[in-house]
C-alpha cells in the first residue's frame, strides 16, 4: 500500500520541488519496506483464510495409514496418494443424492425468487415514488431477520403443510431469505436503467409492462444472472432449516447430509468428508470470484437515489 | 406522465382499455406489482415471527396439537434453567470477541487488496473462500483441523517444543480452547464478507482527497488514520453490522464444532434453542430461548434502518 501510494507520488511529483538526494533515498526505503510489508500481511491472510482448506485438501488424498499415523510432518504423503475415498464417496455414499436435492432447490428457489423479485424490485425503483425508499429497505430488513429465530415455528407450518421430510419444504422457506436480498440488489439494477429508455419505449407504443419486458429486462439481464447466481449459492448455505425439517437422507441436502449422514455411528470418515466440503466449495468459491464485483455494486446501489 | 394521459383520455372509453390505462397509472401498478413479494414474506417470515412470540408464552410441545397461554411461565423456565446465563454470557462473548477482531482485520485486509501486487487473485480467491464455502462444510473442516488426536496445531507445537513430543493440545476439549475456536471459526467465515464491503467504501473514497493529503506532506500512518478511516468508518460500521448479526444469531458453527460442549461451555442461544426445541421436543421454551436475540437484532436493524435513510438523503 504504502509503497504504490509512494510510487504514484513520486511520478506526479511536481517539477518545481527538486528533491534532495538523502530525501529521495528514504522515499526508496520506505517503498521497499512498504512492499515487504505488504507481501508478508497478504501472505498471513492467505495463510488464515486458506490453511482450512489446504488441509482438507490434503487430507482427501491421504490413505489411512498415512493419515491415522501420527509423530511425522502431517502434511507430508508418507503413502502415495489415493482417490479411493473421494470414489466411495460417489459410489457409496448418498453424497450424488444430497447434491441433486440442492440443484432441485436451488433451481425452484430461484424460480420463485425471481417471479416476486422482479416485479416488486422494478415497482420499488420506478413506481413507488416516495414510499419506495422505506419500503427497500425494510424487506432488506427482513434479510436480517435470522432462520434460527424462526424455525420452530416453521416447522409446525410445515407439518401443517405436509411438506415435513421433503426437499419442497425448504423450497417455500428459502424465499424468505432469498427475495429480500434479490429485491435489494434489483432495485440497485433497475436504477441504473435510465427512464428515458422506457418513456421511449411507451412513446412507441409499449405498455408499461410491455417496456419493462421487452426492453428494461433484457438491459438488467447481467444484473438478473448475479441475482440467480446469488440465490442459488444461498441456498447451500442454509443449515438450519435443513437439520430442522428433513430427517431422511433421500431428502437432505449437503450441508445437513455432510455432517450428519456421511458420519457413520461415531466413524468420521475424514477423507470422504473432507472431498465432499471441497467439492462444492472450489466451484462456488469460482462462481462468486467472477460474479463478486456485480454483487457488491447491486448491493451497494440498492439505497442511493436514482 | 399519468397527468398528461388524463388530460388526453377520451371521457368515454370503453371497459377494457379503461382497464389496461389503469395498469398504467403507477399508483395502481407498483402496489401491484409489490403485493405477491410482501405477501410471501409476510407468510415465510411475518407470521413465523408472530408465531415464535405467542409460543413463548404458551406450553407449546413438538409431540401435542395443544396451544395454552401460560402467560410468563415459559419464559420463567427458560430463564430458571441453570445453563441460561452462561448460554447468554457465551453469545456476547463470542460475538463480541469475534467481530472486534474482523474491525481491525478487515479494515487492514481491504488496504491489502487494495494494492497491486503478484498473486493478487489468488489471495483474493483464498480470502473469499471462508464465507463461499456453506458454513456446515467450513465447520465440519474445522472440525477435523481441531480433531483431539490428528490435529495438525500438535504437530506443529510439538516442533516448537511447545507440548512435548506425542503430546496433544486437545483444542476442542477444554472450555477456554474450545470457545476460542468457536470465536476462530467465526471470525474466520465473517472477515471475507465484511472485507468485500470495506474494500468497496474503500474504492469509493476521492483519490484527490488523499492526493492532497500527500503534498501536504502527510506521511503514511497520518494519512491512514487521520483520513482513509474516519472516511471508512460508516462502511465499517455497515460490514461489522452483517458480521454481528450473522455471528450473534449462528447455531451452524457451535452445532458441528462443539455441540455447544465440552459441558455446555460453548453454548450460544441459537443453538440451545435447537437443543431445548427440537431435541427436547419443547417449542415454547425453545422459542423463548430463541427471542431472546430479539431484542439486540431489534437494536441492529435499528442502525441499521437508520445508517440506510441517513445514505438516502444524501
Known amino acids: 500500500m504504502t509503497g504504490a501510494v509512494a510510487a504514484a507520488a513520486e511520478a506526479t511529483e511536481p517539477a518545481g520541488r527538486p528533491k534532495s538526494r538523502s530525501e529521495r533515498s528514504t522515499r526508496r526505503a520506505q517503498t521497499v519496506r512498504g512492499r515487504i510489508g505488504l507481501y508478508v500481511l497478504a501472505f498471513c491472510f492467505a495463510v488464515f483464510c486458506g490453511f482450512p482448506f489446504l488441509w482438507a485438501t490434503i487430507t482427501a488424498f491421504k490413505t489411512n495409514q498415512d493419515l491415522y499415523t501420527t509423530g511425522h510432518n502431517p502434511f507430508a504423503f508418507t503413502q502415495a496418494p489415493t482417490l479411493s475415498h473421494i470414489t466411495s464417496l460417489f459410489t457409496s455414499t448418498p453424497y450424488l443424492t444430497f447434491i441433486a436435492n440442492n440443484v432441485i432447490i436451488g433451481l425452484a428457489t430461484v424460480a420463485i425468487t425471481l417471479v416476486l423479485g422482479v416485479p416488486a424490485a422494478y415497482a420499488l425503483a420506478r413506481l413507488t415514488g416516495r414510499w419506495g425508499v422505506p419500503v427497500a429497505i425494510g424487506i432488506f430488513v427482513v434479510y436480517l431477520v435470522p432462520p434460527t429465530l424462526l424455525f420452530l415455528p416453521l416447522s409446525r407450518v410445515i407439518t401443517v403443510l405436509g411438506l415435513q421430510d421433503s426437499i419442497w419444504s425448504l423450497v417455500v422457506v428459502y424465499p424468505g431469505f432469498t427475495i429480500p436480498l434479490s429485491v435489494w440488489l434489483l432495485v440497485g439494477f433497475f436504477r441504473s436503467v435510465p427512464p428515458d429508455i422506457e418513456e421511449q419505449a411507451q412513446v412507441d407504443g409499449y405498455t408499461r409492462v410491455g417496456a419493462l419486458v421487452r426492453v428494461v429486462l433484457p438491459l438488467v439481464a447481467p444484473g438478473l444472472f448475479t441475482v440467480v447466481v446469488f440465490t442459488f449459492t444461498l441456498t447451500m448455505q442454509d443449515f438450519i432449516y435443513a437439520l430442522a425439517f428433513v430427517s431422511s437422507s433421500s431428502q437432505m441436502t449437503v450441508s445437513v447430509g455432510v455432517p450428519t449422514n456421511l458420519v457413520r455411528g461415531d466413524v468420521f470418515y475424514w477423507q470422504s468428508l473432507m472431498a465432499s466440503a471441497m467439492i462444492v466449495a472450489i466451484p462456488v468459491a469460482f462462481v462468486y470470484n467472477i460474479f463478486l464485483r456485480r454483487f457488491i455494486q447491486g448491493f451497494t446501489l440498492g439505497a442511493v437515489k436514482g | ?314
Open chain 2, 1 to 314: 406522465m399519468t397527468e398528461a394521459d388524463t388530460e388526453t383520455a377520451p371521457h368515454a372509453v370503453r371497459s377494457s382499455a379503461r382497464r389496461r390505462y389503469l395498469l398504467e397509472r403507477d399508483r395502481v401498478l407498483g402496489p401491484l406489482l409489490l403485493a405477491p413479494a410482501v405477501l410471501y414474506l409476510i407468510f415465510v417470515v411475518g407470521y413465523p415471527l408472530v408465531l415464535a412470540i405467542m409460543y413463548a408464552f404458551s406450553d407449546v410441545t413438538v409431540g401435542s396439537s395443544k396451544f395454552d397461554f401460560v402467560g410468563l411461565h415459559t419464559f420463567k423456565t427458560a430463564i430458571n434453567d441453570p445453563n441460561f446465563p452462561s448460554v447468554v454470557a457465551h453469545t456476547f462473548i463470542i460475538t463480541g470477541i469475534s467481530q472486534a477482531l474482523v474491525i481491525v482485520l478487515c479494515t487492514v485486509l481491504a488496504f491489502v487488496l487494495a494494492a497491486d501486487f503478484h498473486g493478487k487473485w489468488f489471495v483474493r480467491f483464498l480470502v473469499l473462500m471462508p464465507w463461499t464455502t456453506p458454513v456446515a462444510l467450513g465447520s465440519i473442516i474445522w472440525l477435523w483441523m481441531l480433531d483431539s488426536i490428528f490435529t495438525p496445531f500438535d504437530w506443529f507445537a510439538q516442533q516448537l517444543h511447545v507440548i512435548p513430543p506425542g503430546g496433544h493440545l486437545v483444542l476442542l476439549g477444554h472450555a477456554g480452547l474450545a470457545t476460542g475456536s468457536v470465536i476462530a471459526v467465526q471470525t474466520w467465515r465473517t472477515l471475507p464478507l465484511a472485507t468485500v464491503i470495506v474494500l468497496a467504501g474503500l474504492s469509493s473514497i476521492p483519490r484527490d482527497v488523499e492526493e492532497q493529503a500527500e503534498v501536504d506532506g502527510a506521511g503514511f500512518w497520518r494519512r491512514l488514520f487521520g483520513i482513509q478511516i474516519p472516511l471508512l468508518a460508516p462502511v465499517i460500521l455497515v460490514a461489522v453490522l452483517f458480521g454481528i448479526v450473522f455471528t450473534f444469531t449462528d447455531m451452524a458453527v457451535v452445532f458441528i464444532l462443539t455441540g455447544g460442549g465440552p459441558g455446555n461451555s460453548t453454548q450460544v442461544l441459537a443453538s440451545w434453542a435447537f437443543y431445548k426445541g427440537i431435541n427436547g421436543g419443547n417449542l415454547g421454551v425453545g422459542a423463548a430461548d430463541a427471542l431472546f436475540m430479539f431484542p439486540v437484532l431489534l437494536g441492529l436493524a435499528a442502525v441499521v434502518l437508520k445508517l440506510a435513510s441517513g445514505r438516502t438523503e444524501k
